[in-house]
């Protein structure tokens, strides 16, 4: 009797290790093709702000309070320029040429 309980909570333990894999998978995934790119924000006090915001090949910069979310300016392809995202290459390529600098 004892032998099916185990049994049963492996089972029970693997199906719920298999549940979050398949949760972070998403949400990896989700996150990497996703329409819409978080830039940047700054915030003005609780619950007000400003956002840049990507989607597509556009740039919106919004301002959100509370209550509503306002268009402000959009940005067409080349209009603005943004930092590139910095990888940890990146990053490891500044730090080793300014230790050779």
Known sequence: MTQAYAQMAGAL??????IFAAGFLMRKKQNKFGLMEVISYHSFGPK???A???VG???LILGMTQNEMRLLRTFRNGELELPENRTFQNK????MKAKNN
């Open 13 to 18: 333990i693997f199906v719920i290790i298999l």
């Open 48 to 50: 007000k702000g400003v």
């Open 52 to 54: 840049a915001l990507k």
């Open 57 to 59: 090949t556009e740039v």
């Open 92 to 95: 490891l390529q500044t730090i």
